[in-house]
């Protein structure tokens, strides 16, 4: 007589299938789903941390930004500012309210424009700008010394900014660079006009000086991408793997 075989499941075994959803396939899952939560998370609370988005009120920095652009600024004392650098800044002698120019000569500078061709110059040396709104007349012709710690803004669209060359009789214009908050590294709405702010070289031929770095923002908004991107796939993928399974257990004989 022969004698069959008894297999016996305690209580601390497994199922199959809990078994099968632990293997090679379920672990490469997991590991996706937690870098892609690791990149999301990640990216967002670096630009969370550094950057403040600033609405753009006036057309005074046209068309680099323009009137109803939202920015994303980097956060900063002003000590590493720059020249060409765009930056958000309050001023109580002008106004105490946010203002949003690019920095054209920094401490020690002695900036102006002349009545011949009127073209910006730094420390006599002529600055070709091509961010302006227009080339040509800028305006009246003036010539200031810039104080230690202090800045000299114009806004790209000369013909229509209220910056230094209006506060000429306090300071010569000249902001302190502590009060900017922030460097101004792209611009996110509209969608259409969105993308980064990338550093002018007009200014190297002052001093051979080049605009300052670029910030974590375009790896931190990849991060993000990437992240979000590698959660969706993941999980969508999951969910079709597990619908098969479902289905072909459904259609095995009983």
């Not at 293997?23 to 670096?46: R, S």
């Not at 102006?112 to 073209?119: A, F, H, K, L, N």
């Not at 509209?190 to 702010?197: D, E, I, K, M, Y």
Request: hydrophobic share 45%; charged share 20%.
């Amino acid at each position: 007589m022969s004698m069959s075989s008894v297999v016996e499941r305690t209580a601390g075994d497994p199922p199959a299938t809990a078994r099968r959803r632990r293997g090679p396939g379920a672990v490469v899952q997991g590991v996706l789903l937690g870098l892609g939560l690791v990149l999301l998370i990640g990216g967002f609370a670096v630009i969370a941390a550094g950057y403040r988005p600033y609405g753009i009120p006036t057309d005074s920095m046209a068309p680099t930004v323009q009137a109803g652009d939202t920015v994303l600024a980097r956060r900063t004392d002003g000590a590493d500012v720059r020249r060409g650098d765009v930056v958000v800044f309050r001023d109580a002698a002008w106004g105490g309210r946010l203002m949003v120019k690019r920095v054209v000569a920094v401490g020690g500078d002695t900036v102006g424009v002349g009545t011949g061709d009127q073209r910006l110059t730094v420390n006599g040396r002529p600055v070709d700008e091509p961010y302006l709104a227009a080339q040509g007349a800028q305006g009246a012709a003036f010539s200031v010394e810039v104080p230690p710690g202090r800045l000299f803004l114009l806004g790209d669209n000369r013909l229509g900014s209220l910056d230094s060359r209006v506060h000429l009789e306090a300071d010569g214009g000249t902001v302190p660079a502590a009060e900017v908050e922030a460097r101004v590294e792209a611009t996110v709405l509209p969608f259409g006009r969105a993308g980064l702010l990338t550093g002018t070289t007009a200014f190297e031929a002052v001093d051979g000086t080049g605009p300052a770095g670029p910030g974590p923002l375009q790896p931190a908004f990849w991060a993000c991408v990437v992240g979000a991107a590698t959660i969706l796939a993941t999980t969508s993928v999951g969910g079709v793997v597990g619908l098969v399974r479902r289905r072909r257990r459904a259609a095995r004989p009983r």
